[in-house]
Nanobody, 120 residues
Framework: QVQLAESGGGLVQPGGSLRLSCAAS????????MGWYRQAPGKQRELVAIRTSAESTNYADSVKGRFTISRDNAKNTVYLQMNSLQPEDTAVYYC??????????????WGQGTLVTVSS
């Protein structure tokens, strides 16, 4: 079984920073894409940022220049550095990964979510 474990959410003031982490564990052969999505109250889940195994990245327009996604392939971990946070960034942030298991199954896996609250 493959799992994603997120950490790093919390309460931060506007203009502040947070760093989210997501570690994949289990019977993993390779990870093709890792990324972050978020869901604000009353809204649909939306893409925040993704990073492929080839190191290409894609960001939502709303976070470009403020958020940075990075990966540590040796640790099967993806990070999201969030700077200049604003109240509209308040949401539950979910880690997502496309993984090939040791038995060659292709899986899409979601983390349990971590709450980020931006408020004074």
């Amino acid at each position: 079984q493959v799992q994603l474990a997120e950490s790093g959410g919390g309460l931060v003031q506007p203009g502040g920073s947070l760093r989210l982490s997501c570690a994949a564990s289990g019977a993993i052969r390779s990870i093709n894409v890792m990324g972050w999505y978020r869901q604000a109250p009353g809204k649909q889940r939306e893409l925040v940022a993704i990073r492929t195994s080839a190191e290409s990245t894609n960001y939502a327009d709303s976070v470009k220049g403020r958020f940075t996604i990075s990966r540590d392939n040796a640790k099967n971990t993806v990070y999201l550095q969030m700077n200049s946070l604003q109240p509209e960034d308040t949401a539950v942030y979910y880690c997502n990964a496309y993984i090939t298991s040791m038995t060659y199954r292709r899986l899409e896996v979601w983390g349990q979510g971590t709450l980020v609250t931006v408020s004074s």
